[in-house]
């Protein structure tokens, strides 16, 4: 079981996408895993048609034997040891931004809570950055007790940030064609509509649906 991942996300130079996603899959990724307390790798972005006027986002996800394994080397002292092509294909994403995620809780396709977050291997999932302004019990209660009944059978993994701008981190995964409900719906009952009044959401969008990259 992986109980972290190394979460980043980013949009890429129009012109250099295919070149950086053969790159990712066939270089980036094998030497990550190859790293001690590496244990799985996921790669998704945007469909077309939510993509901004900037392009696709994508995210990158690296699940670890706990969150250790991404602070010792960091990811600022990896950075100084790159070479002259990992440095170039990293120069070519735009807006990139990066978190370290502690594994709270999961409920996999069922009502079991597990302790421990299952690899995110679905085709797609939805994403959800977000800070709860201080209302964190509050915010923790609703998405146990409002939001995951209303997932009809769809998993969910929740995380926390030891790392980066957004406290809280929900990874959606939807069976195959199932559409995700709203996320903190403004509109919602009453006690949904409290929860949207005070979370924000780094990214700009409560619920980003994504789509993994094969390689």
Not at 95 to 103: A, E, K, N, T, V
Not at 138 to 163: M, R, Y
Request: overall charge negative.
């Amino acid at each position: 079981m992986s109980s972290a991942i190394w979460l980043i996300t980013y949009q890429l130079q129009h012109d250099r996408e295919g070149d950086y996603v053969a790159w990712f899959h066939d270089i980036h990724m094998p030497e990550k895993l190859a790293r001690p307390g590496y244990t799985w790798a996921a790669h998704y972005r945007t469909p077309s048609a939510e993509e901004s006027d900037t392009g696709a986002r994508y995210v990158a996800l690296f699940g670890g034997e706990s969150s250790a394994v991404f602070y010792n080397p960091s990811p600022a002292q990896l950075a100084l040891t790159q070479p002259p092509e990992t440095r170039d294909m990293m120069g070519c994403r735009i807006g990139s931004c990066s978190l370290i995620l502690s594994g709270e809780w999961a409920i996999n396709g069922s009502d079991v809570i597990e302790s421990d977050c299952s690899p995110v291997e679905s085709n797609s999932i939805g994403l959800t950055l977000c800070d709860a302004g201080g209302n964190d019990m509050d915010f923790s209660a609703w998405l146990l007790q409002e939001h995951v009944p209303s997932l009809n059978s769809c998993g969910i993994s929740k995380f926390l940030t030891s790392s980066g701008d957004a406290r809280h981190t929900i990874i959606h995964t939807p069976e195959a064609d199932a559409a995700l409900p709203p996320f903190a719906d403004p509109t919602g009952e009453e006690w949904e509509a409290r929860v949207a009044d005070y979370i924000t959401y780094p990214l700009g969008n409560p619920l980003i649906e994504m789509d993994r990259i094969s390689p």
